[in-house]
């Protein structure tokens, strides 16, 4: 497939300071309720307690701020069993996806704070994400607040997020492994209603 190709963006200043680096595993048992054991240990899919334990220390990258419907998406992108709810076990694979996403950002940002479309582009694919130029550039468009090609650690998690939720959503619907599926209405609306941020 060919890389996409897109306008290269003008130099700026990045909005924040270098995020820090996500919590090592150690420090996340402090994240969940202090009356919690690793046995039953829940983030409870409520959007209080999601937002103040998932944004606050669970899913803290530094000096980023996720909206609501971004920490909603990640906790049902990894809750495994479909019980609304979040374990230790299923929070430290969502911990470990947010370190491979940060780590790929980091060393294709080169220390602007941002990623060109180009290098957005590379990113994915370094993460294992093959998309065509109208797909990429649609989802770029989507999560490129400011659309100057510029895309920083915030956005380029929330949309990372977006394609791993769409490719878990597709390949539960794709049971022949054949790349394809074919949905009816109902199938369509269930499916890009799970993957709305």
Do not use: W
């Not at 595993?25 to 937002?51: D, G, K, V």
């Not at 430290?92 to 996806?97: D, G, S, T, V």
């Amino acid at each position: 497939m060919v890389r996409p190709r897109g306008r290269r963006p003008h130099r700026q200043h990045h909005r924040s300071s270098a995020p820090g680096p996500l919590p090592i595993h150690p420090r996340l048992r402090s994240f969940f309720p202090h009356n919690s054991t690793p046995a039953n240990s829940r983030l409870l899919e409520e959007p209080a307690t999601n937002y103040r334990i998932a944004h606050q220390s669970a899913l803290a990258v530094g000096n980023l701020d996720f909206p609501l419907s971004v920490v909603q998406q990640m906790i049902r992108m990894y809750d495994f069993d479909g019980n609304g709810t979040m374990s230790f076990e299923e929070f430290l694979a969502l911990n470990k996806f947010l370190q491979k996403v940060q780590s790929v950002f980091s060393t294709q940002e080169r220390g602007r704070g941002f990623l060109s479309l180009e290098e957005v582009y590379e990113a994915l694919i370094k993460l294992g994400f093959s998309l065509d130029s109208p797909a990429f550039y649609t989802v770029c468009e989507s999560f490129d607040k400011s659309k100057k090609g510029m895309v920083h650690l915030d956005e380029f998690i929330s949309l990372c997020i977006f394609v791993q939720s769409a490719r878990n959503l597709f390949n539960s619907f794709d049971t022949s492994k054949q790349g394809r599926v074919t949905l009816d209405f109902n199938q369509f609306v269930y499916c890009t209603a799970n993957c709305r941020i």
